[in-house]
């Protein structure tokens, strides 16, 4: 189960880079002088606040700056146990794995993806047909992968279909699997809809990864 993903470092520093070669995976920083400032305001006013003031954002202009440092949800309910008991109408995610994505300020981050328990090739294609393109050969081209990955989650935003932190999620573990197949790891990867769903498969056949498009995957 892929329960609090914690990339290795080389992963890290390529995910970080993919993250900030767009504004829309940027995290919000504008507000965050006038938080600090307010902050030391309050500890001026009320001593005894200033611990409190160290682990959160005391403004409540800065609520999300707040929620951001709450400890994500990792676990969720109502998911199927695996393909047999999913409905076929779409690749349904499996378990109690919740998508998350929570950064540091450190500069690191942990994030969490969906898991594809009995998902086959073979079942996929018979729930979304033949695909348009198949590809094996990751290694050689991963860079441009991530990169068209990367428009493809900027676009699922824009049309509201997942929200930024989801995105964030699934763009690090496109990243985590890309690095990998540098390490020799085979990969097989589906594509459909004029390459804007792709489909992971590991060598063993195991399900790895899902382009969240809510039309081809269900998850929470």
Same mark, same amino acid.
């Given at each position: ?11 890290? !520093?390529?995910?970080?880079? +993919?993250? $900030? ?20 305001? +309050? ?55 919740? !998508?998350? @994505?929570? $950064? ?51 676009? +699922? ?16 573990? !496109? !990243? ?13 990867? @589906?594509? @459909? ?24 995957? @269900?998850?929470?």
């Amino acid at each position: 189960m892929k329960k609090r993903t914690l990339f290795s470092l080389f992963s890290l !520093v390529a995910a970080l880079f +993919l993250l $900030s070669a767009c504004s829309l995976f940027l995290p919000q920083r504008s507000n965050r002088p006038a938080q600090s400032s307010e902050a030391r305001k +309050l500890e001026k006013k009320d001593s005894s606040s200033k611990k409190k003031s160290e682990t959160k954002e005391s403004s409540s202009s800065s609520s999300s700056s707040q929620d951001a440092r709450k400890e994500p949800e990792k676990t969720t309910d109502g998911l199927p146990a695996d393909a047999d008991h999913a409905k076929k109408d779409k690749i349904y995610a499996t378990g109690d794995a919740k !998508v998350y @994505y929570q $950064s540091y300020e450190s500069g690191g981050f942990e994030a969490q993806i969906p898991e594809f328990k009995g998902y086959t090739q073979e079942k996929v294609k018979s729930i979304l047909g033949e695909p348009e393109k198949v590809s094996t050969d990751l290694a050689s081209e991963y860079e441009a992968f991530q990169n068209k990955e990367l428009e493809n989650l900027k676009r +699922l935003v824009q049309e509201q279909k997942i929200n930024t932190e989801q995105a964030r999620a699934f763009l690090a573990g !496109v !990243v985590d699997i890309s690095q990998a197949s540098r390490l020799q790891n085979t990969y097989t990867i @589906y594509s @459909y809809k004029n390459e804007q769903i792709s489909i992971i498969f590991s060598q063993e056949g195991e399900l790895l990864y899902v382009t969240p498009d809510p039309d081809y995957l @269900y998850f929470k």
